[in-house]
């Protein structure tokens, strides 16, 4: 697979070739390591990307985007509040600042298996407890109900179900935590908005391909794992067209951070064996998650910072489908150009 810019993603850990470190990983999977290019396509999407994960950066990122919500415009920042007893969820103090700029409201939905936020009023509490109320007004967007929104393929999944209060919000930013996931192999801005936005039903329905939205029942109909992340796809393409329409809109921004190979949702996530790498954003979801890609497969790993365990994780669960069938039905592209913004004059 000949695609994107990794001398790009290269140069922005500060290296002159990737050769080596593709050879210390020891991946037999080379699928998502993706070779230079010889030359600018100015065609393709911008991924851009800074090295300061801090307030300052995550504001200064979603700036460069040069996309925001108009007058009066009601904005949801999609997040992940994290499961209780997890520590490698996206902090309210590293994104208060960007959801101010924005005048957004924190959103998430409930989960569909069981933990602290599958019920609503746990669900609640480990939100307080992980101090988002203190920083912005906060939805639980399934509390009430769920509604259908259409999908272009139905191939698993004839609709997405999602919480019923999408439909108070405009504008979106998908503002997730990339890191590793025990059934997706990483997670993401597609994972964030396919089982992210899903209601508990959804969750259920994604997560067993469209075979039911009883979340007691969804568990043994997970056999399928392509089939799952072609679902999850299929489910982010619908809110992207969602926030698509006529007066709506939504951006992408993954921040690389406590990259463990588990998600926020694991109450008790492995450490991180590889340092934070940066904040990355893109009006475009599907070559934002391959540039997060390209830089873990292609890390500078060195003792005591090392990439192997989450490319192992992502390799094991077939993760870099998504991407694949994200791309193949048309919710974007697998090349990109990145541009570091620290860099910018």
């Known amino acids: 697979m000949k695609m994107h810019h990794i001398l790009i993603a290269a140069l922005a850990f500060g290296l002159c070739s990737c050769g080596n470190n593709t050879e210390k990983q020891d991946n037999t999977n080379n699928e998502p390591i993706n070779e230079p290019m010889q030359e600018e396509q100015t065609t393709k999407p911008v991924v851009y990307m800074t090295k300061d994960i801090s307030p300052e950066g995550l ?24 499961e209780l007893g997890g520590h490698n969820y996206l902090k309210p103090e590293l994104i208060k600042d960007l959801v101010n700029t924005v005048n957004g409201t924190i959103v998430e939905c409930n989960t569909a298996y069981g933990g602290s936020r599958q019920d609503v009023k746990k669900h609640w509490e480990t939100i307080k407890e992980h101090g988002f109320m203190d920083i912005a007004k906060v939805d639980i967007m399934d509390e009430f109900g769920e509604m259908q929104i259409p999908v272009e393929d139905t191939t698993y999944i004839k609709y997405d179900i999602v919480g019923d209060h ?43 391909c469209g075979y039911t939205t009883d979340p007691a029942e969804c568990w043994s109909h997970i056999e399928n794992q392509d089939g799952f992340l072609e679902s999850m796809a299929a489910a982010a393409q619908g809110v992207h067209n969602y926030f698509k329409q006529e007066g709506k809109e939504i951006v992408y921004i993954d921040v690389m951070n406590n990259l463990s190979v588990d998600c926020d949702c694991d109450a008790h996530p492995a450490d991180p064996e590889m340092k934070d790498v940066g904040i990355l954003a893109s009006t475009d979801p599907v070559a934002l998650d391959q540039a997060c890609i390209d830089l873990v497969f292609n890390y500078p790993n060195a003792e005591g910072d090392d990439a192997t365990a989450l490319i192992n994780r992502v390799n094991r669960q077939h993760g870099i489908h998504i991407l694949e069938h994200a791309a193949k039905i048309g919710l974007g592209v697998r090349e990109y150009n990145l541009v570091n913004i620290d860099e910018a004059k």
């Open 59 to 82: 504001v200064k990122i979603y700036e460069a985007l040069g996309v925001k919500p108009a007058d009066g415009q009601r904005v949801a920042v999609k997040i992940s509040t994290g």
């Open 166 to 208: 999408l439909a108070n919000y405009d504008f979106m930013v998908n503002l997730a935590h990339f890191k590793g996931h025990a059934m997706g192999g990483f997670g993401g801005v597609l994972k964030n908005q396919s089982i992210g936005v899903a209601s508990t039903g959804g969750k259920a329905y994604i997560h067993s």
